[in-house]
């Protein structure tokens, strides 16, 4: 299965980069996972909605080529960062990429609430009428990495924490049997 990432931080040593790199390595079996480039797409311009910058054309049809979404965010004055927001909104407009998308959200946060914040301003985000993306309930699918620096390995950048882990290697299973579904109703 081939899912597009969308990482919400640009910062170099980024715990949710680390995050999606090892979720990249951890399921290489079972998922294709690329990591798109966000820091590449211009300001969203609605002046330019009906034919965007080629970047923004070749990042659209990445998600619109993908079987799922997985948004790995960090939480920005508890909310979702500019960056992540200013790729969605792309998304949103003339051919609406994330419409019937499979997305599962994760973040990795220093603090104790695990960007919980951001994950249910994204939630309402993807209901949105231009994205009304297809996500499990949180109860099923959400994933809050807290207390990140004791979690990930500093020398490889990686999640090392045991118990995250196979609590994320259950999550993961959750959504490919969600992504699994939700094609079946789409045929
Ligand atoms: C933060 N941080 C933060 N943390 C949090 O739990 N709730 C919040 O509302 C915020 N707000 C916030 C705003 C801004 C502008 C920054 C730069 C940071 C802290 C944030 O979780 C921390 O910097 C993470 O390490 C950012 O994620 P990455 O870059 O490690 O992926």
């Known amino acids: 299965m081939k899912i597009i990432a969308l990482v919400g931080s640009l910062r170099r040593d980024s715990f949710n980069m680390q ?34 910058p080629q970047v923004v054309k070749d990042f659209k049809t990445s998600i619109a080529q993908a079987d799922g979404v997985l948004i790995v965010t960090p939480e920005y004055n508890w909310s979702v960062p500019g960056v992540l927001k200013n790729a969605i909104d792309w998304t949103s407009r003339e051919d609406k990429v994330f419409i019937g998308k499979p997305v599962m959200v994760v973040g990795a946060t220093p603090g104790a609430m695990g960007t919980i ?9 993807l209901s949105s009428p231009g994205i009304q993306a297809k996500l ?26 045991e118990s995250t882990l196979n609590f994320l290697d259950a999550k993961v299973n959750i959504f490919i049997e969600f992504i699994g579904e939700v ?3 789409n045929v």
Do not use: W
């Open 19 to 52: 995050l999606a790199t090892t979720m990249k390595d951890r399921y290489k079996d079972k998922l294709s996972i690329e990591v798109a480039d966000l820091r590449a797409l211009p300001y969203f311009d609605q002046d330019e909605e009906q034919n965007p």
């Open 183 to 185: 094609k079946s109703l």
């Open 136 to 161: 499990l309930p949180p109860a099923s699918n959400e994933v809050l990495v807290n207390f990140a620096a004791q979690k990930f390995d500093a020398s490889t950048g990686r999640l090392v924490d």
């Open 117 to 125: 914040r951001a994950q249910l301003h994204l939630r309402d985000i």
